[in-house]
């Protein structure tokens, strides 16, 4: 199972799918909001929509 990365930087990428897993490296707007309320918030981000339909769980 190959590794997909998806805007890759020199750095890092925003987002990592591997089998079933997705990792996103994005931040909620309201951090000192409840889980649910930042959990809502992900899938806001632009990064989110770059990744195939496949692989977004959730986005």
């Known amino acids: 199972m190959a590794i997909e990365r998806h805007g890759t930087t020199q750095r890092y990428s925003d987002i990592c799918a ?3 897993t997705i990792y996103l490296v994005e931040t909620p707007q309201t951090l000192d909001a409840n ?7 992900l899938p806001a981000s632009k990064s989110c929509w770059n990744v195939p339909a496949a692989t977004r769980l959730g986005c």
């Open 18 to 20: 591997y089998g079933n």
């Open 35 to 41: 889980v649910a309320t930042q959990t809502l918030e």
